[in-house]
């Protein structure tokens, strides 16, 4: 398939998908005019770089972590680093967890506000 239809089908923009090229997370065959032509298997590509940027990993940190994904490769320096990666994920996911439950107790004295009048600001301790 050419670029424009990986695009259209994973969502991506060409212009992502020529700088995951650039990065060598994504390959393409060539025509001899020069078009790129991606394989069924590049959509999948894609959508595993866009989660994994989604969560915060670099794009090095990608490359290094395709062959490990595509044929099972690995070292014990990729392990190591992929379980660093893993607990960055999950600091920033109770990071999150507790600015949403800091959000939820806005919300809740905000709507109480709303139907009595009574102040927004939590109480002082």
Known sequence: MRVGELAARTGVSVRSLRYYEEQHLLSAERSPSGQRHYDDGAVER???????????????????????????RATPALLTRLTAEREQIDKRLTDLQAARDRLGTVITAATRNMHSGTSCRPPVS
């Open 46 to 72: 894609v959508r595993l770089i866009q989660e994994l940027y989604t969560a915060g990993l670099s794009s090095s940190t990608i490359a290094d972590l395709i062959p490990c994904v595509e044929d099972g």
